[in-house]
């Protein structure tokens, strides 16, 4: 647990490093939500049908279609997860009864959009990605991908959904996508789920450390950390 709220361990050092440099900058940040259950998604859920129900005069059917686009069904919530946390300026709730998507206007919401990639986290659902995401803008939602690749996705202006099409240009052993800083190169690449038995990789010569990471679907991204001044082998 960190900041108040459970979240997953790989995630509490930059999460804290991440609040720490806003207020550092003379912004106060305050955790509102980390992990959550099943049951606590599904509760939240039926909250929000509930409301488009009552003010906007919704059918049940209806009101479910449109819940869904604000608040991710139960399993499919990335609060499940334990890698996404939602973020609000200190005093907002002096201010405001509810979240409010206006929030994106606010001081504190610009500077976190500027700087969570620097700590590996993204703004999970961007205005104008509502199509790409099928979940309206959060300015306050933030998920953790790690480096470099929320500063990858930053960079492109891409969505998580649009991320991993993206790595499947660079083939393992056949092209990498380079990004360099730190004093050090990642070399990115993807590779494809061996359906029929064990799915092989090797680490480049000069790889320093690495991660393997599965994308959910049908393979795998490797990031292999080298220093500065490696060579493609």
Wanted: net charge negative; with cysteine.
């Amino acid at each position: 647990e960190t900041v108040g709220w459970p979240v997953d361990a790989r995630i509490a050092q930059p999460l804290k490093d991440f609040l720490a440099a806003a207020k550092a900058d003379g912004y106060t940040l305050q955790v509102i939500s980390g992990y959550r259950t099943f049951a606590r998604s599904a509760v939240l859920l039926e909250n929000e049908v509930q409301a488009q129900m009552k003010y906007n005069g919704y059918s049940r059917e209806k009101a479910e279609q449109v819940a869904a686009t604000r608040v991710a069904p139960p399993g499919t919530s990335e609060h499940n997860t334990g890698l996404a946390v939602d973020i609000l300026s200190g005093d907002y709730y002096n201010h405001h009864s509810q979240i409010e998507e206006s929030f994106e206007y606010d001081a504190e919401a610009a500077w976190m959009k500027a700087h969570c990639a620097e700590y590996g986290f993204i703004l999970r659902y961007p205005q104008g990605k509502e199509n790409v995401t099928g979940i309206a803008h959060e300015p306050w939602h933030f998920r953790y991908v790690g480096e470099p690749h929320g500063e990858i996705m930053a960079a492109k202006h891409l969505a998580l959904e649009e991320y991993h099409p993206f790595l499947r240009q660079f083939p393992t052993g056949k092209r990498y996508y380079l990004y360099q800083g730190k004093g050090l190169r990642a070399y990115l690449s993807y590779q494809q789920a061996n359906l029929n038995g064990p799915t092989l990789w090797r680490p480049r010569q000069d790889t320093l450390y690495y991660s393997v990471s599965g994308d959910n679907q049908e393979g795998f991204l490797f990031t292999e950390w080298c220093r500065d001044r490696g060579e493609i082998l």
